[in-house]
């Protein structure tokens, strides 16, 4: 995806969530027989009312967010890294990057129950009914506004525990661990995240901010894997004189680190580094592991 797509997809998510929930509940088919006196009914539900009122919470997440868009390497890295996250890993306040955020990856992510495209978040204020805390997390099956035909919003509380024998979250833990492990590789300084323009051509430009309606763009953040040129040394023995078609992984784990300051143990990640020539694309082995 270019950044542009990324800024495109958020407005158009953010229009989205400003039409009904009925639109989403009722299929199209049945909407058309929907009575004034129906719809009177369904907007003094309260199970409808407390729905219109986190759509509009998103609706004004998506407002305000910037645009995390993470490219096609660094997504295989945090998927293969998200399957070996230590089970009795947390997911904690102090991980969040952003109180909002929208994160696109480059390519669908594919985990056994569920496939992520991106996720919008936001913090859950103090105000709101939330004993523990937490974020409220959208997941985005595909890169289309039409990926909220079943929006998967749930929240996440602080101290859940995202073990692989979690059954809380059921077919949503896959995804909640690729947010972890990526929050993670941000907090640990694996990953970088540069802010980047998202449109250079003019017309581009004044078409989004007509889509924007208030004038500002979502500003872009590139998350890519930290490289040599930001500081990480080749290799001991690493010999420069072999073509190499590629680049490569050499393999990162988690280990638990003692942290004084909290009296906790956390999931630290001992960082892969790539070979190869910097001009050539990264080949990622994907991890299958066995969970019969």
């Known amino acids: 995806m270019r950044h542009r797509e990324v800024v495109e997809l958020q407005l158009a998510l953010r229009d989205t969530f400003h039409r009904p929930p009925e639109e989403f509940s009722i ?12 719809r009177a009914l369904i907007a003094q539900n309260p199970q409808h009312q407390a729905l219109v009122e986190v759509f509009g919470h998103m609706s004004n997440a998506l407002d305000v967010a910037d645009a995390w868009h993470v490219d096609a390497d660094t997504g ?11 089970p009795n890993t947390t997911f904690r306040e102090t991980l969040v990057p952003a109180t909002h955020g929208f994160m696109v990856f480059d390519t669908v992510l594919s985990f056994p129950r569920i496939v992520v495209a991106g996720f919008v978040w936001r913090i859950i204020p103090p105000q709101e009914p939330a ?11 595909d890169h289309g506004p039409q990926s909220l035909a079943h929006p998967q919003m749930m929240p996440v509380p602080f101290g859940a525990p995202i073990g692989l024998d979690d059954r809380e979250f059921a077919r949503e833990l896959a995804a909640i661990r690729l947010l972890t ?35 500002k763009l979502p500003d872009v953040r590139v998350v890519r894997l930290r490289g040599r040129a930001e500081g990480q040394d080749d290799a001991p023995g690493e010999r420069h004189q072999v073509e190499w ?19 906790e143990h956390r999931p630290l990640y ?10 050539k694309p990264v080949k990622v082995r994907r991890t299958v592991i066995d969970v019969s």
């Not at 295989?76 to 230590?86: D, H, M, Q, V, W």
């Not at 001992?270 to 001009?279: F, S, V």
């Open 27 to 38: 299929p199209p088919e049945q909407r058309a027989f929907i009575t004034p006196e129906m």
């Open 76 to 86: 295989g890295l945090l998927s293969e890294a998200s399957l070996t996250l230590p």
């Open 131 to 141: 004993p523990e805390g937490g974020i409220m997390l959208l997941i985005l099956p």
């Open 181 to 215: 492990a990526t929050f993670l590789f941000i907090e640990q300084r694996i990953l970088s995240v540069v802010p980047a323009q998202p449109v250079q051509n003019r017309n581009a430009q004044r078409r989004l901010a007509k889509a924007a309606k208030r004038g």
């Open 245 to 263: 078609s590629h680049q490569w992984l050499v393999r990162g784990h988690w280990r638990s680190q003692w942290y004084p300051a909290s009296s």
């Open 270 to 279: 001992i960082a892969p580094y790539t070979k190869g020539p910097a001009d």
